[in-house]
């Protein structure tokens, strides 16, 4: 189901991206539709292998090259269709108008290079710099990221930067050219919690400074509680929830979004009790249950209702949820949302 907005910045509609498999084609990405406003910061969580990462990938022209294929759909960023466009013409838009935050600092830095010489590349190529100018640009960038003496540290090399300071280069090699639209895939999952911390408020302030638009990805919705505006809860593929952050984290419209407040360990604090799991795991995608591909782990579940007929995403006055019992079970997952906001953060 596509839902148009005239003033988005990022707007997907219906994508579906599959990968071969000894099963044949698998559907890992499966008609997900979601927007970014200008000036906004929107957050995709679900656990691992919901889709989330592969959807922003194909997005951008970056599945081609490991195997997979958007087999329909469509991907537009300041009204431009990407889905389809030439690699040259992505790469004028790839690290320049859209940038990235990758999960792995080391893994996306080259060790072979200091990390001023890395940053003023993406300045050279994007904007047609000077070395000079380009190195000067690329020590402001780490300067802005409140690396000390940057000037010098620009000379380093990765492996000699922490973890944390590893993240703030790649923040800084990202927002280099200005780019309208930050992508940052899981950028704290590695770190520990006062350097995630750190982190996020690093990537408020820049958006706020700058005016850039975030989609963020995480598997944490502590870290959606910090810094999102709006959200986009993904499972078995498909979007399972979307609404503002404030609606979403007091009154849940999906059993999978209630299991997932109930699992946060700030969450349970609050409430006196131990977290609680979500029983099973995640199917994969060669065996997707049919119905509600959540409902084998769902403790709401009614078979005929959501076992046998897809669930549609349906619309209602506070954002989108695919629940077959969404309005007969708003009380019960409202009972699952938090009082306060902040308590999750």
């Excluded at 910045?9 to 071969?20: A, K, S, T």
């Excluded at 360990?265 to 249950?289: F, K, M, N, S, Y």
Aim: glycine residues 10%.
């Amino acid at each position: 189901m596509a839902f148009t907005n005239d003033a988005a910045l990022l707007e997907v509609n219906d994508l579906v991206v599959q990968f071969p498999s000894p099963n044949g084609w698998l559907t890992v990405v499966d008609k997900v539709s979601f927007s970014v406003g200008r000036n906004d910061i929107v957050c995709v969580v679900g656990e691992s292998g919901s889709g989330k990462s592969v959807t922003m990938q194909a997005a951008v022209g970056l599945v081609q090259p490991k195997g997979g294929r958007v087999t329909s759909g469509s991907v537009h960023f300041e009204g431009q269709e990407l889905i389809g466009m030439g690699n040259r013409q992505l790469n004028r838009i790839r690290g320049n108008a859209i940038g990235f935050i990758f999960q792995e600092p080391m893994s996306s830095l080259n060790p072979a290079y200091t990390v001023g010489e890395q940053i003023a590349e993406v300045v050279r190529r994007h904007r047609g710099a000077s070395r000079r100018d380009a190195w000067k640009r690329a020590v402001e960038m780490l300067d802005r990221v409140n690396i000390a003496s940057a000037a010098s540290r620009a000379h380093d090399y990765p492996h000699q930067f922490s973890g944390g300071m590893r993240q703030r280069v790649m923040i800084a090699m990202a927002i280099a050219c200005d780019p309208k639209l930050l992508i940052a895939d899981e950028p704290t999952t590695s770190l520990d919690v006062t350097i995630q911390s750190l982190i996020l408020e690093l990537i408020r302030e820049l958006q706020r400074e700058s005016g850039m638009s975030v989609l963020f990805i995480t598997h944490d919705l502590g870290v959606v509680a910090d810094i999102a505006r709006s959200v986009v809860v993904m499972y078995g593929a498909q979007v399972v929830e979307s609404a503002s952050v404030e609606d979403l984290f007091r009154a849940p419209k999906h059993p999978y979004t209630g299991g997932l407040l109930e699992a946060m360990p700030q969450v349970a604090l609050e409430r006196g009790h131990d977290p609680v799991a979500i029983p099973g795991t995640v199917a994969q995608a060669h065996a997707w249950p049919s119905g509600c591909r959540f409902n084998p782990r769902c403790v709401f579940r009614q078979d005929g209702v959501c076992t046998t007929a897809p669930i549609v995403l349906s619309r209602d006055d506070h954002g989108l949820v695919r629940c077959a019992r969404s309005s007969e079970l708003r009380g019960v997952l409202a009972g699952m949302g938090i009082r306060q906001l902040g308590s999750a953060a």
